[in-house]
């Protein structure tokens, strides 16, 4: 089984480095690069292409969500078809509706809060990667109300109930 290629962009190098470290303790992650800030880690992604990478939103000169857009605007118009598609995971302590949304809007793939424990995110990982959504149960109910706003309430014919 092929290790699941990680990039972690935060800014924090006590986070980063503690993410870092708890990631490359699990047998089916490899983390392939690090960056401290924003433009880095645009530039890592690019070059690295790994299977998923780990951004935070709060960077110092552009923000993850910006990242986010840069990233996937670019990957949509690359012509290779053989190049993996890199999936995003926002780590981050911004749970305010704004910041979730926003992420989701720029093509981040799921959403967790930093103070998961290592087993959540490596499922967060996991699930990611094979291209499901990770949401964050924190913030679970924040995207609920959202879509709750924006989809009409469905109707269910239930018969006659003659049955």
Known sequence: MNKIRIVIVEDHDLTRMGLKA?????????VVGEAANGQQ????LQR?????????????DIDGIEVTRQFKAASATEESLESPTTRILMLTM????EAVMAAFAAGADSYSVKD???DKLVEA???THEGQVWIDPAIARIV???ALRIAPPATVDLGSGDD
């Open 22 to 30: 708890a990631l490359q303790q699990q047998p089916q992650i490899s």
């Open 94 to 97: 911004h749970d305010t509706e």
């Open 144 to 146: 609920l109300t959202q």
């Open 125 to 127: 990982i996991q699930l």
């Open 48 to 60: 690295m292409q790994p299977d998923v990478a780990v951004v935070d939103i709060g960077l110092p």
């Open 41 to 44: 880690g645009l530039a890592l």
């Open 116 to 118: 998961v424990d290592v």
